[in-house]
Nanobody, 127 residues
Framework: QVQLVESGGGLVQTGGSLRLSCAAS????????MGWFRQAPGKEREFVAT?????????YATSAKGRFTISRDNNAKNTVYLQMNSLRPEDTGVYYC???????????????????WGQGTQSTVSS
């Protein structure tokens, strides 16, 4: 079992930055692939970024590439981060982190492949 708690959302202006954190419980955090998704009002939840269990492989949605960076601390903090730079109004939404326990996968972009989800943190970018 993994419990995920996101934090770090807020309100920023266009061009600003936010750093989201997702703290995970459990001693096997390092064996999970981690991902970030977001959901804008009235839209489906969409993939943003993923990071393999050991941190060696990352993959980003086209909209996030070059602006967002996913990283993780597998040691004492058991935390995954999403650094978001050059934010745009279309980045507004609730951001969720998720954990996938299938060690045979490396790049995980589908919602259905994730086993655990956090409660989400709101990030709003004003124009």
């Amino acid at each position: 079992q993994v419990q995920l708690v996101e934090s770090g959302g807020g309100l920023v202006q266009t061009g600003g930055s936010l750093r989201l954190s997702c703290a995970a419980s459990g001693r096997t955090f390092s064996s999970y692939n981690m991902g970030w998704f977001r959901q804008a009002p009235g839209k489906e939840r969409e993939f943003v970024a993923t990071l393999s269990s050991r941190g060696g492989t990352t993959y980003y949605a086209t909209s996030a590439k070059g602006r967002f960076t996913i990283s993780r601390d597998n040691n004492a903090k058991n935390t995954v981060y999403l650094q978001m730079n050059s934010l745009r109004p279309e980045d507004t939404g609730v951001y969720y982190c998720a954990a996938d326990g299938d060690v045979t996968r490396v790049v995980v972009t589908r919602r259905r492949d994730y086993d655990y989800w956090g409660q989400g943190t709101q990030s709003t970018v004003s124009s």
